[in-house]
């Protein structure tokens, strides 16, 4: 926009930004260009973490001196990691690398109100407050979006009538954009029982336009229908609404209608369920040994999350060797992992259908699942590094012990992912029980559905226990598959995994009931 510009000079976020001078360079991409056997890049020494973090301290430091806004620019802080985590790219360990720079910065800085908790008769200082680690970046991306317009707002609200015309196709496209945004979060935040994820600037956006005239000047000059007005409108009924049940009454999500095949109550679609996978879900399954690999994320958990975590970290360390999931995908693989992992919750929570991450036990566990794979990932680093480290000292003594005229072999420069080859897997499922359910099940049967059509018996028709489990599938299949194969191919590849009609269950469905 022309006046774009203008805009970011006047906004607090990026006046901020503008004063956050870094003068060391912390990019993932230097870090990964670093010569790990003399620790330089393109002649310079690279920035340990601790330098790095140290770094960002000083400068925001000089920002908070006044002691003004401190929660404000903690907020504006974390939305600039955002954007350099969206410069990653879908690369988990440039992801985890900027997570881990963040958290060492947020402990030791002005952003941690620290509480004292107990913990086995100590006293352990923790953050109050906590950012949210996801590795959706399409979550990030909205979030900055959103919080973005909120500034912005102000500014376009006063924008002279004759700017405006001149512009007017260039605001109206990018307001319609921003309320649609909203308006689709608001709804998904009461349909689905949306978490937290999002909670931030959501609540900042109903405190802006609280009251219904705010919106009436940019709606006038751009068209705008009411229906954000009573998308808001809706959420505050709701919200009214449910503060007037008795505590501990969930709301439950719209389920489609089973009827006699219903998943939990038809003891034949249970007994396919059960089949499906069962090899991979019971090598997971398994008790940790004595000498399986352990992590002291889960010391502080509560005895059944705990036994949950200690095998996640146990399948994290072994997961590409397991003797089920390694002939799968990096992808599958995880995917499996994080499926079993929701089963295992779901356990423990049979009568629930909220969100998993609004359950402390849950989200404390999301939490050791993040630090355990960076802690793998730095582990594999440090043995690899060791081994190269190793080898380098062999061929300089080498080097040194044969003529010194002979032409020396040139130094060599090692790639990123020679150094850590963990191949990370996030539990990042924003769902309520009901909807994790739907999602594994949907991802077990395009994983399964040559065989299980294989084993449909003709003659039995309708009473074969496969047909009953292509029946509840089909309902899964329909109301997923709009979302899912709207741009004519998936975009919910973690579990929706073709949009082929070849999978269509709907297919053997109809040809059994017509006849």
């Known amino acids: 926009m022309n ?17 956050f001078n870094i003068d060391i360079d912390g990019t993932y991409d230097s870090y990964k260009k670093c010569n790990i056997t003399t620790g330089t890049s393109n002649g310079k020494k690279c920035p340990t973490v601790k330098e790095i973090t140290q770094k960002w301290k000083d400068e925001f430091d000089k920002i908070t001196a006044d002691g003004n806004n401190i929660v404000e620019r903690c907020y504006y802080l974390v939305l600039w990691v955002y954007d350099r985590i969206k410069g ?3 690369n988990n360990y440039c ?90 979060l608001e709804e998904e935040y009461k349909e689905r029982e949306l978490p937290h994820i999002y909670e931030e600037e959501l609540s900042l956006f109903r405190n802006k336009f609280s009251k219904d005239n705010e919106l009436s000047s940019i709606k006038s000059k751009c068209n705008i229908n009411d229906s954000i007005i009573e998308s808001k409108r809706s959420f505050d009924t709701t919200r009214s ?48 040994g004595h000498n399986d690999y352990k992590s002291n994320h889960c010391d502080s958990l509560g005895n059944q999350i705990k036994t949950i975590c200690e095998k996640t970290a146990r399948n994290l360390k072994v997961l590409s060797t397991n ?9 599958d693989r995880c995917t499996y992992l994080n499926f079993w ?23 404390k566990l999301i ?43 040139p130094a060599k420069f090692v790639k990123h992912y020679e150094l850590s080859k963990h191949e990370p897997c996030y539990f990042n499922y924003n ?27 003709c003659v039995k028709a309708k009473n074969d226990k496969y047909f009953k489990y292509f029946k509840y599938i089909s309902f899964l299949y329909n109301k997923h598959k709009e979302n899912c194969c709207s741009w004519g191919a998936t975009v919910c590849s973690d579990y929706f995994l073709e949009c082929d009609e070849y999978y269509d269950p709907n297919k053997l469905v109809s040809a059994i009931e017509s006849h």
């Open 3 to 19: 006046n774009y510009e203008e805009f970011k000079g006047n906004s607090k976020l990026y006046k901020f930004y503008s004063n």
């Open 88 to 90: 990653c790219d879908k």
């Open 95 to 184: 992801i985890s690398w900027y997570y881990g720079l963040l958290e060492k910065f947020w402990d030791e800085s002005k952003c941690c109100d620290k509480a004292v908790v107990k913990d086995k008769d100590k006293d352990i200082h923790i953050c109050k407050s906590k950012y949210i680690k996801t590795f959706n970046l399409d979550v990030l991306k909205n979030k900055r979006d959103l919080y973005d317009f909120l500034e912005y707002y102000d500014h376009i609200k006063d924008i002279s009538p004759q700017i405006y015309k001149q512009n007017n196709e260039e605001y109206c496209k990018y307001i319609r954009y921003i309320l649609n945004l909203y308006r689709n």
């Open 241 to 288: 609404f449910a503060g007037n049940q008795k505590n501990g009454v969930p709301r439950h999500t719209i389920l489609p209608e089973y009827g006699s095949y219903n998943p939990r109550t038809s003891t034949d679609i249970k007994a396919v369920l059960s089949e499906l996978s069962s090899k991979i879900y019971k090598e997971l399954e398994n008790a940790v």
């Open 323 to 331: 003797n089920e999931t390694k002939k799968e995908s990096y992808r």
């Open 341 to 363: 992992i929701y089963d295992e919750i779901s356990k423990l929570y049979k009568n629930e259908d909220k969100n998993l991450t609004d359950i402390t036990d849950v989200a």
């Open 367 to 409: 939490d050791a699942n993040i630090n355990i794979n960076m802690d793998l990932i730095k582990d594999d680093f440090k043995k690899n590094n060791d081994k190269l480290k190793q080898q380098t000292t062999i061929t300089d003594q080498r080097a040194k012990s044969t003529n010194s005229t002979s032409p020396k072999t």
């Open 431 to 457: 769902c309520t029980f009901s909807g994790c359910r739907e999602m594994k099940h949907l991802f077990e049967y395009f994983k399964n559905y040559d065989k299980i059509k294989g084993k449909f018996d």
